[in-house]
């Protein structure tokens, strides 16, 4: 095993940097599904296979980066967290707008992600200008792709999307929990809360906090999928996958153009 990489800075929350990335994830949040809606159907789904497959080959490159023995820390190297989970499930949602892929992405990207937006854990080991680019790229593309698929071209959780949404979720923790207990390390703060300011604070310490999470994420979840499956526009769309894990529902300006 390659020794580890004393950090070298943190980007401190809520810092210039951090209130600039903000300001342009809350603009681009507001006008990426307006885009989508106003665009041609093909056009838009042409753009997001290719950002997918952009996406994919940016995981793949910066976890390979971050495995070199220059670079390699156990807390951070290995795909353990689940925003590395998240992104190659956000990359397959917009290359295949597979249902389980598109309900992950829907309730990881707008829930678990963005607690790694509203409270980065930003350490750099190597090149912090690298690093800061690569942790907001990544982080931004999960947070706007469900937003670009479920507000842009219309598809929508079900039920059965949040069951497996969750369900894979456990199962990632349980692989990060043995990924913590062989390494040591803290993979999606399973086995104690970041070093600096986070939600988790507010949830009491650890284990409680995980206890509390599970419950949160569970409530929350249920919130974002009971207004899609109620809507008489959304309850009346097709199914697109054998597992009823989305449904699409057809707008008629898109429809009108194809």
Partial sequence: MYPAVDPIGRMPPFGAEHLVVLAVLAALTVALPLLARRADRGVVERWCATAGWALLAATVLWTAWGMLPAHWNIDQSLPLHFSDGLRLATAVALITR???????????????????????????FAAPPLELTMYWLLHMAVHLAPVALVWGLGYRPTWSGYGAAFALTVA?????????AVTGANYGYLNRAPEGPSLLDVLGPWPLYLVWEAVLV???????????????????????????????RLDPAHAARG
């Fill in 218 to 248: 569970a409530s929350v979840w249920a919130l974002m999928t009971w207004p899609w499956t109620t809507a008489a526009s959304t309850a009346s769309a097709p199914v697109l996958d054998r597992l009823g894990l989305v449904r699409r």
């Fill in 172 to 180: 990632w923790a349980g692989l990060a929990l043995v990924g913590n």
């Fill in 98 to 124: 597979s249902g389980w892929a598109i309900a992950l992405s829907y309730f990881g990207g707008l829930t678990l992600n963005l607690q790694s937006v509203l409270t980065p854990d930003v350490t750099y």
